[in-house]
């Protein structure tokens, strides 16, 4: 993804490519739209053109001839191509801005839900906010690109092609006069054009930079008073803000570099024109009305010009804009369904890791050769130090990623060959850090299952320890919880968490240690609710606390990786020299928080004890969680 959006150069033929999936994705959708806007916009052009024409017959009859027969046949045709211009201006103005909105509300839906199939690890290298504003911002310029190219042929192109035609018409030698300035012209422009792709896409990435770091400020706000932090992402920001402004203020430079050079040729072109038609007025005595009607055409013409000549910039800009939608639209899920995916059809419920191998993006194995398996409806508990690659197991289990080697399977059934909509339809998760969605209080509970009941949201919330809380607050159920939950304790957050999962009801539940941000009085009314959910359940807990893991079916402990034993508590326990015994005598029965042994404790001698395949031991802390 970065790789692709880093790419800030383009061909010719990669520009064509672009417009041309612009139009084929949206041009049918709308053409009737189009050909109504078309039709306005040609008669805005026709009506102008018009208007230069009959500045001859204006001038000639009724003011050298004095016709005044023809005053009332000029005024009112003259009324009737303004009246026809105002009405068309206003259509092609509605029809336009309609489609446009439209085409953004398309693409809004359309990115999300390309984003939603993209995995985990997408996210991992893409901040946020930064990813919400480019978004945000780019795909106003598919709009852009349209509605560009829609009034450069039909307002524009056609305006220019018909004030030329009277200019030929009038005379064709100050005609070729006036288009001198065309080669300069488009020289420049093309120029302009290869310096706004660059730094229209700078300008992008800049401006989607100040949103992602004032958001992120917003959200941490705590941490940021906390810290003193004020005046040190004031002044982070502000050069952020600095950098963005520079690039803006630089792509107004060159965008506007059309408008000296064009004003600069214009000048040219309408002072010859006036000083050759000038003296062919005065020296041979030629009707001024078409001199006039002429002139009239060519300062008419100017803006059309002009507007094309700025249009081959802007639409570069919309360009870049569309490209960079379209490079994570074509991004690729790594985690697809593989072809005839089954739907997981989970009976007993048994999870089994064969020789499980995965790392991130280093090369360093965060899992290296797991295997075990938990029992059908039975509780197994994971221990280990931060880092041994507990969570991982859980998102493996999720697929959030895919093993780099080994298999994971429920029943016998291959996670890899069934679908990822059946594989999470069937698992209940709670993790370690809650969140909440914007919304009411029933509506983050009913995450969990969006066709439940009001009765069923309750009895979730009551097992999970939640509705004494809920019906404290001023709507109840109907509370909005603020952006994150903000509103609420990061006790009340967990516990609406574990409501959502008792509410799915499903055969797996993995629990992330559920219970971290619980007081000790609430951790155990929500541990007594979780063991009655437990029961017939296949359930896979990640917990520190002695608690928790006790009366789990099966302990399997984790170090740097490597699974080093497994066992029931009690078996763990009397395993002389175990890691697992180890843990709970340093722990004194409170915790199996790991930390290392850098001190060599008590039962170390002062040495650096050696543990499972002569790797460090690591000493355990009560926390008193």
Not at 553 to 572: R, S
Request: charged share 20%; proline share 3%.
């Amino acid at each position: 993804m970065n790789a692709t959006i880093g790419n800030t150069q383009s061909g010719a033929g990669d520009i064509v490519a672009v417009i041309r999936r612009v139009f084929r994705e949206n041009g049918r959708r709308y053409v009737r739209d189009y050909v109504l806007a078309a039709v306005c916009l040609m008669l805005v052009a026709g009506t102008t053109f018009f208007i230069a024409w009959i500045m001859s017959p204006v001038i000639n009859n009724i003011f050298v001839e004095r016709r005044v027969d023809l005053i009332a046949i000029t005024c009112a045709g003259i009324v009737a191509a303004f009246l026809i211009r105002g009405a068309a201006a206003y259509g092609q103005g509605v029809l336009l801005a309609k489609v446009g909105n439209n085409i953004v509300a398309r693409y809004q839906k359309r990115v999300f839900d390309h984003l939603m199939r993209l995995g985990v690890g997408f996210y991992g290298e893409e901040r946020s906010g930064q990813l919400a504003a480019r978004i945000n911002e780019n795909i106003n310029g598919i709009r852009d690109l349209l509605n560009i190219t829609l009034n450069a042929i039909a307002r524009d192109a056609f305006m220019l092609v018909g004030l030329l035609a009277v200019m030929v018409y009038q005379d064709p030698l100050l005609s070729a006069i006036a288009l001198v300035i065309a080669p300069p012209m488009i020289w420049s422009v093309n120029y302009l054009m290869r310096r706004v792709r660059t730094v229209a896409r700078e300008a992008v990435v800049f401006n989607s930079r100040v949103v992602g770091a004032m958001q992120e400020a917003t959200q941490g706000i705590t941490v940021i008073k906390a810290f003193t932090m004020e005046e040190q992402l004031s002044g982070k920001i502000a050069e952020v803000i600095r950098n963005a402004e520079a690039r803006a203020n630089k792509i107004a430079r060159v965008y506007e570099r059309t408008a000296p050079i064009a004003e600069w040729l214009a000048g040219l072109a309408i002072a010859g024109v006036v000083a050759y038609g000038g003296y062919r007025v005065a020296v041979y005595n030629v009707p001024p009305g078409d001199l006039f009607s002429f002139l009239t055409a060519l300062m008419l013409a100017y803006d059309p010009a002009r507007r094309l000549a700025k249009m081959q910039v802007t639409l570069e800009r919309s360009l870049v804009n569309a490209r960079m939608i379209y490079e994570i639209l074509d991004i690729v899920p790594q985690q697809g369904d593989v072809e005839g995916a089954a739907e997981l059809k989970v009976g007993a419920g048994e999870i089994r890791f064969d020789e499980v191998r995965f790392a991130y993006a280093s090369d360093l194995p965060v899992l290296d050769g797991v295997s075990f398996t938990a029992g059908a409806g039975q509780t197994t508990a994971i221990v280990g130090a931060s880092g041994a690659g507990k969570t991982t197991l859980i998102a493996l289990l999720q697929r959030f990623y895919d093993p780099a080697s080994g298999t994971i399977a429920i029943d016998g059934q291959d996670i890899a060959t069934v679908t990822k909509q059946s594989l999470r339809g069937s698992i209940a998760y709670v993790s370690q850090a809650p969140y909440l969605f914007e919304g009411s209080i029933a509506d983050n509970i009913r995450y969990g299952r969006p066709d439940a009941s009001m009765d069923d949201v309750r009895r979730a919330a009551q097992l999970a320890q939640a509705e004494e809380f809920i019906l404290q607050q001023p709507q109840g159920y109907d509370t909005p919880v603020g952006e994150s939950g903000s509103t609420l304790s990061g006790g009340q957050r967990q516990r609406l968490s574990i409501a959502r999962a008792l509410l799915r009801d499903a055969p797996i539940l993995l629990l992330d240690e559920a219970t971290s941000a619980l007081d000790n009085e609430s951790e155990k009314a929500v541990q007594a609710a979780l063991e009655s959910v437990m029961k017939d359940r296949t359930t896979i807990v990640i917990a520190h606390r002695l608690s928790t893991v006790v009366k789990a079916d099966m302990i399997v402990v984790l170090h740097d990786g490597h699974l080093i034993e497994h066992g029931t508590h009690d078996e763990l326990v009397g395993r002389k020299g175990g890691l697992y015994a180890r843990l709970h005598r340093l722990g004194g029965g409170t915790a199996l928080e790991l930390v290392d042994d850098v001190d060599g404790g008590a039962d170390t001698g002062g040495k650096r004890a050696g543990g499972a395949n002569g790797r460090p031991v690591r000493r355990a802390v009560g926390t008193g969680r």
